[in-house]
């Protein structure tokens, strides 16, 4: 069965309530698993990284591979000396963290319409008596809050990890918020990719392999660009390009162009999903 667009006009709301009752219920298992897994894992980073700094440092310095990694995470050539801050930003670029965060973005904005689909609940869905914009907003709401409350429990984390540094050698709260808010708008950068790529498939799965693949190659060309010329010519295409913290802890710098053209990208990409969800047919088995 295919179902179009309908052409009758419905009465206009911008969000339903229980289209946001049942998202919140179906996604908040998923919630929880990273915000616990992030958390987790901010506090280990946090208590293990400056306990062992003077190690750390000795050994990453002498190894060349290291430093060419360590200048892919960070986005900034690797001194010879590691100040805390570099090692508090590694708390923030490491693969672990950048991975839960980016699996829970896919999670979330794959649901519709390609989970649905997928699952053979697509007609329920859109036989309600609401438009596929308002589905879309609905969606959005509890996906952009779910992936907030991800991340203040990786603040959390990092903060009760982070309680045998001495007060003076410590990040400041303000520079670790911004450091937050930078990743959540590299949050919506992905998800709104992984709304666009679901907005066009009629399965799940392949979507999540789609938009993996891409945040791969971006984790790939920051990577390459550290030693190969014409990788560093098209560096600005890549997502890390536009999320480096260790800026933010050692100058107390504000991101504004890097945030505003990640949430820039995700704005354009929802909209181009909301677009294509809105007038592509669904066939249902």
Same mark, same amino acid.
């Given at each position: 069965?295919? =179902?179009?667009?309908?052409?009758?006009?419905?009465? *206009?709301?911008?969000?339903?309530? /229980?289209?946001?009752?049942?998202?919140?219920?179906?996604?908040?298992?998923?919630?929880?698993?990273?915000?616990?897994?992030?958390?987790? *894992?901010?506090?280990?980073?946090?208590?293990?990284?400056?306990?062992?700094?003077?190690?750390?440092?000795?050994?990453?310095?002498?190894?060349?591979?290291?430093?060419?990694?360590?200048?892919?995470?960070?986005?900034?050539? #690797?001194?010879?000396?590691?100040?805390?801050?570099?090692? *508090?930003?590694?708390?923030?670029?490491?693969?672990?963290?950048?991975?839960?965060?980016?699996?829970?973005?896919? #999670?979330?904005?794959?649901?519709?319409?390609?989970?649905?689909?997928?699952?053979?609940?697509?007609?329920?869905?859109?036989?309600?008596?609401?438009?596929?914009?308002?589905?879309?907003?609905?969606?959005?709401?509890?996906?952009?809050?779910?992936?907030?409350?991800? =991340?203040?429990?990786?603040?959390?984390?990092?903060?009760?990890?982070?309680?045998?540094?001495?007060?003076?050698?410590?990040?400041?709260? /303000?520079?670790?918020?911004?450091?937050?808010?930078?990743?959540?708008?590299?949050?919506?950068?992905?998800?709104?990719?992984?709304?666009?790529?679901?907005?066009?498939?009629?399965?799940?799965?392949?979507?999540?392999?789609?938009?993996?693949?891409? =945040? =791969?190659?971006?984790?790939?060309?920051?990577?390459?660009?550290?030693?190969?010329?014409?990788?560093?010519? #098209?560096?600005?295409?890549?997502?890390?390009?536009?999320?480096?913290?260790?800026?933010?802890?050692?100058?107390?710098?504000?991101?504004?162009?890097?945030?505003?053209?990640?949430?820039?990208?995700?704005? #354009?990409?929802?909209?181009?999903? /909301?677009?294509?969800?809105?007038?592509?047919?669904?066939?249902?088995?």
């Amino acid at each position: 069965m295919c =179902l179009t667009p309908s052409p009758r006009t419905l009465q *206009f709301s911008w969000m339903n309530r /229980g289209l946001i009752v049942k998202a919140a219920r179906e996604l908040w298992p998923a919630t929880l698993f990273c915000g616990a897994l992030l958390a987790a *894992f901010e506090a280990l980073l946090a208590y293990v990284l400056p306990t062992l700094q003077g190690q750390f440092a000795e050994t990453m310095l002498q190894l060349r591979f290291m430093q060419t990694f360590l200048s892919a995470m960070l986005g900034t050539e #690797v001194s010879n000396q590691l100040g805390p801050e570099t090692f *508090f930003s590694l708390s923030w670029v490491h693969p672990v963290v950048l991975a839960t965060v980016w699996a829970h973005a896919l #999670v979330c904005c794959t649901r519709v319409p390609a989970g649905e689909i997928d699952r053979g609940t697509a007609d329920v869905l859109l036989g309600l008596p609401v438009t596929r914009w308002e589905i879309v907003r609905s969606e959005t709401v509890v996906w952009l809050a779910a992936g907030l409350a991800m =991340l203040v429990a990786g603040f959390v984390g990092n903060e009760l990890g982070g309680w045998n540094v001495p007060g003076g050698e410590r990040p400041r709260l /303000g520079r670790m918020i911004v450091v937050v808010a930078n990743l959540f708008c590299v949050y919506v950068a992905v998800g709104g990719l992984a709304w666009l790529v679901s907005a066009a498939s009629d399965r799940r799965g392949p979507a999540i392999t789609v938009v993996f693949v891409i =945040l =791969l190659s971006s984790f790939l060309l920051n990577f390459l660009a550290q030693f190969w010329e014409p990788a560093e010519r #098209v560096q600005f295409l890549g997502l890390l390009n536009y999320y480096r913290p260790l800026y933010v802890f050692r100058d107390g710098t504000v991101p504004w162009r890097d945030m505003g053209v990640l949430l820039a990208a995700g704005g #354009v990409l929802w909209t181009a999903a /909301g677009w294509v969800f809105a007038r592509r047919d669904v066939c249902t088995v």
